[in-house]
Nanobody, 121 residues
Framework: QVQLVESGGGLVQAGGSLKLSCAAS????????MGWYRQAPGKQRELVATITNGFTTNYADSVKGRFTISRGSAKNTVTLQMNSLKPEDTAVYYCNGKIVALTSSVAYTYWGQGTQVTVSS
């Protein structure tokens, strides 16, 4: 069984910073790309940032220059450093990973349970 567990959400004033963390655990053979997505009330889930096994990153235009995604050397953890936060960044943030489980030969997409980020104006 594979799990992704997030931590680090909370309430912050506009202009402030938060750091989200996510760790993959369980019966894992390999972790490929990982990323962060978010979903605001009444909106569809959207990509925030992704990072490959080779540490290539990709960001949504709305967060470029403010957010930084990184992975640990063991490649089963991913963090999202969020600076200069805006009220429109308020959402539930989900960790995502393309993971090959020990019982599988292909990678499946796994999701964390989500963590709330609220930015007050």
């Amino acid at each position: 069984q594979v799990q992704l567990v997030e931590s680090g959400g909370g309430l912050v004033q506009a202009g402030g910073s938060l750091k989200l963390s996510c760790a993959a655990s369980g019966s894992i053979f390999s972790v490929n790309a990982m990323g962060w997505y978010r979903q605001a009330p009444g909106k569809q889930r959207e990509l925030v940032a992704t990072i490959t096994n080779g540490f290539t990153t990709n960001y949504a235009d709305s967060v470029k220059g403010r957010f930084t995604i990184s992975r640990g050397s063991a490649k089963n953890t991913v963090t999202l450093q969020m600076n200069s936060l805006k009220p429109e960044d308020t959402a539930v943030y989900y960790c995502n990973g393309k993971i090959v489980a020990l019982t599988s030969s292909v990678a499946y997409t796994y999701w964390g349970q989500g963590t709330q980020v609220t930015v007050s104006s």
